[in-house]
């Protein structure tokens, strides 16, 4: 089975510009979580999805949001980027009825 | 809410030392613990997990017992391998289903041959 896929794996952009990264999660996970890694500040919890509903969120400012989409895909997208927003962007899915979450490989996130 | 508190790292062992990584948690209920290990330039893997007290949870050498009396989940290994160094991550989540994981900072671990 195919782990969990992130693309792009390594992403520039400018301060202003926005950004979506994308998350195709293990087939038949029906859930899709988003972190945000920073040297800073750690492993923080984004958002959660479950079968198109967003289903717990963390405590970032409303410019970064997600979605999921029909087939589990999932995409976060900020907007209007800060220098802070510069960080390894993970996403983990689930299968339905609980146990492990796998994490993929990351979109590093760059902010110039 | 909910946190975790782990050792501050770099921590640095020769090869076939003793390796502990302490971590300690804050939480409501019953939380699952586990601990992450995340190599250079990858995600994280999980490493090993224990749903409730005194379980124990064990994999590749390593161990850890979910400690509710001291609120503790100790990482242990007896013999640590330079192919060990990497950033250990202990982690809670919520019980009922959550998806939500809280995490330590992080302790690298660097094993020297």
């Known amino acids: 089975k195919a782990g969990v896929t992130q693309t792009p794996r390594y992403l520039i952009k400018t301060r202003g510009q926005q950004v979506t990264l994308s998350c195709s999660p293990i087939?038949?996970?029906?859930?899709v979580s988003w972190y945000q890694q920073t040297p800073g500040q750690g492993l923080q919890f984004l958002f959660e999805y479950f079968s198109e509903t967003q289903r717990n969120k963390g405590n970032f400012p409303g410019r970064f949001s997600g979605r999921q989409f029909s087939n589990s895909r999932s995409e976060m997208n900020v907007s209007t980027l800060e220098l802070g927003d510069s960080a390894l962007y993970l996403c983990a899915s689930r299968a339905n009825g609980g146990g492990e979450q796998y994490f993929g490989p990351g979109t590093r996130l760059t902010v110039t | 809410g909910n946190s975790v508190t782990q050792m501050e790292g770099p921590v640095t062992l020769s090869e076939e030392a003793f390796l502990t990584i302490n971590c300690t948690y804050t939480a409501t209920g019953y939380p699952s613990l586990f601990w992450y290990v995340q190599y250079p330039g990858e995600g994280l893997q999980l490493l090993l997990k224990a749903t409730k007290a005194d379980d124990k949870g064990s994999n590749k050498g390593f161990e850890a017992t979910y400690r509710k009396e001291t609120t503790s989940f100790h990482l242990e290994k007896g013999s640590v391998q330079v192919s060990d160094s990497a950033v250990y991550f202990c982690a809670l989540s919520d019980q009922g289903g959550s998806e939500k994981l809280v995490f330590g900072k992080g302790t690298k671990l660097t094993v020297n041959p």
């Open positions: 087939s038949g996970h029906r859930s």
